[in-house]
């Protein structure tokens, strides 16, 4: 049979420019959208719109795809107006009963910052209101008349006292250290000596007289603390009565602009409570307000709850009960209305997830309150869409699970990372929690989401909607067009210079490439972007105004060279005959196999040296992969090495057992293997050892095969042609060198230029092979052979060749008599 080469047109599939009507992409309309990703778009549209609970987003697909950009255009162009409320501000405000347990308000947008400014203003006009009432005239005569009527009973008492002392010839005196009686004696207290002089009996009478007033000044001085007491209760309902009229009056306004908020209004109504409890904090070192008693009561009490509540000492007796924290904040339009809020956490965190309450180091220890509460991602896309890393977020200790319990509780809960883990029973602040209507999208590759579904059950229960971009799109003069204005777009984005028509098509065809098809474009179109701006920046250094198909050329060259080195010293270590690849001659039971080298975002073909060693075997077909046995071999190669026992004992003796013992060999390779893509070279190689029909070695292999002797199409067609030319290059062409791939991957090709050009000038070939008998007879020269009526090969074929030395091992085993399982080894 004769195999004809590929011609240069199978192996370049060139865009037309003619199809296009425009000189440069200066005249194309910007792309609205993404190119061939209407299910991915749609299952966004669906995600984003579906209200109901689980249906948050994965979006998967490859690195590039443009999954962020499609999202955010998407919200951004029609996520469109939420419900009626549900998008909100929300503050933290201080719990007046629990002080540790600080209450969380939900408000229209833009409310919260109105609520801390009317608070603001509220404490500021209290602070000039109070002061002036307390130095009021009318404020000062009535506290002067309770004052003066607390005194005057002590002043009435000691007034009758005295009078009836000078009745009894006895004086009732006031000295430093408070009253006292002395006798009197012509209105003159008499001196001690004068006294002692005095008659027995009336000095006893006189001491009788003083014991009884004494008794008497004693039931007074028992009786003032409740005097005192009872001013002080008229004190204090007096300035209860002032407070709460100041207040009230300042307060409200207030209370009427939120009275139709029932959260707000009672919050409110604490805090008029609360400020009528703690007027005295608007007048600095008042002594009219409280006493000084009350106020060391009130310290210690302030000390002790706050130790009590790790507070900062002095919060509980300050201002700062009244602060509003604001946690989320919206801007509302003319009309009260919001956008909904797009959220990207770029570092997803737990506490950057779900908030924290910071401390302060104050007096040798940590203390929080309700004001240093601070918001998560989850808090600030409440409403709206939190955007995620699925792999920054999983790397994120606690950050996984926490996510998990928020959608599942449907609440979000501020708290300390030891908390969540019991690590710590130390009493803190426990903020309110605040509900959760947020759609949560998450963006990773296709392989991580799998392992989600797969690993963890609650994933499947919690983001029901997969969005998936898909990586190409078919290659027609319609999507050319699509693709000539996302690149027109890209130019405008990033203010890049405009392509002219040969540059577009010269980009068409690299999108084909990175697609590995002819016949399809890839929509990853992160890497072609790259190289679009590289190729702006060789445009600008040349002084051109246009990029042109020779400017994306050099761009393409300037990527490869950069990342080249690796490939050029594996070149060069076969080319100065270090790994030994040979390129021309003959040689029986070895073939060139090919392979690529994928390292970072670089993969290169490198040709390697197969070879077999056949001998006689025992009876059976036991199959033993060494690469496997010794854990250097992988699944899909010990799986290709066993489909070439069965191949040989189906086609050749497929009534005999198969006496081999073979050995196939990698030369010169120390790495593990896997793959079933040399699985034909192998074949080629074992007819050639059984057969001894040597093999051309200007031609290399590729490609898989089956039981039957199908050629089945394998990746990396491209670099592996790529790469057994470059070697041919090097040392020279003949004419005689080329590659045998299977036919499959024709439509696959996508080759360099200097491949293309070489084949049009006959000096390197490329051949699409179907069946084994093609690829043997194309690499030795010899028919392959088919079975005749007889059931014989033709003599002087392959095939005949083949079935003869097998047979030949058997009739040897049989008469040695061997048992057991023969060895098909492979290293």
Known sequence: MVIRALSPSDLYTSCDTDQFTFATTAELEDLPGLVGQERALEAIRFGTRMRRSGFNLFVLGPQGAGKHEAVRRYLA?????????????????????????PISLKMKPGGGRALKRTLSQLL????????????????????KAIDENGQSKQEEALEALRKKAEGMDVALLRTPNGFTLAPVAKKKVLKPEEFNALPEAKRLKIEQQVDELQTELAEIFEQVPGW?????????KLNTDVAKSTVSVAMQSIKNTYKAEKEVSAWLAQVEEDLVKHIHLF???????????EQTQQALQALANANAQNLPVGEQGSLLRY??????????DEEGNAPPPVVYEDHPSFANLVGRVEHIAQMGALTTDFTLIKPGAMHRANGGYLLLDAERLLREPLAWDALKRILRAETIKVENPGDYLNLVSTVSLEPAPIPLDVKIIIFGERELYYLLCRHDPEFSKLFKVAADFDDVIEREPENDQLFARLIASLCRQDNLLHLDRSAVARAIERAARNADDSEKLS?????????????????????????????????????????????????????????????????????????????????????????????????????????????????????GVMILGGYLAGQFLPHRQLSL?????????????????????????????????????????????????????????????EGFFEICQQRGLTGDQGVLIPAANVKHLMLRQDVVDAVERGMFSVYPIERVEEGIELLTGMRAGKRGVDGRFPPHTIFQRVEERLHQFGDASAKTGHSGSSTFGYR
């Open 523 to 639: 929509i990853v179109f992160g890497p072609l972007a790259d190289v679009i701006r590289e190729a702006d920046f060789v445009a600008r250094e040349a002084g051109d105004t246009l990029i042109g198909a020779r400017h994306i050329e050099a761009a393409l060259d300037a990527q490869v060279h950069r990342h080249d080195r690796i490939r050029e010293r594996a070149h060069e270590s076969i080319t100065r005959d270090i790994i030994l690849i040979d390129t021309e001659g003959t040689a029986v039971g070895q073939v060139n196999g090919l392979s690529v080298l994928q390292i970072g975002d670089t993969a290169f073909g490198k040709p390697s040296r197969i070879t077999a060693r056949v001998r006689m075997g025992t009876p059976g077909a036991r199959l033993i992969d060494i690469e496997r046995e010794v854990d250097l071999g992988g699944p899909l190669h010990s799986k």
């Open 661 to 721: 013992s073979a050995s196939l060999v990698f030369e010169q390779s120390y790495g593990g293997v896997d793959g079933d893509s040399a699985s034909s070279a192998e074949l080629y190689t074992l007819l050639s050892a059984l057969s001894g029909v040597p093999i051309h070695q200007g031609l290399a292999v590729t490609g898989s095969v089956n039981q039957f002797g199908d050629i089945q199409p394998i990746g990396g067609a491209n670099e592996k042609i």
């Open 77 to 101: 162009e029609q996520g469109g107006t939420p419900p009626a409320g549900q998008i909100a501000d929300w503050v933290y405000v201080n719990n007046f009963d629990t002080p540790h347990q």
């Open 228 to 236: 005192e007491k009872k001013r002080l209760q008229q004190v204090v």
């Open 124 to 143: 500021s006009e209290l602070k000039i209101a109070v002061p002036a009432i307390i130095e009021s005239d009318e404020y000062q005569a009535r506290r």
């Open 283 to 293: 007048v600095e070192a008042e002594p009219h307000i409280v006493s000084q008693e």
């Open 323 to 332: 602060e509003v924290n604001v946690l989320v904040e919206n801007t509302a």
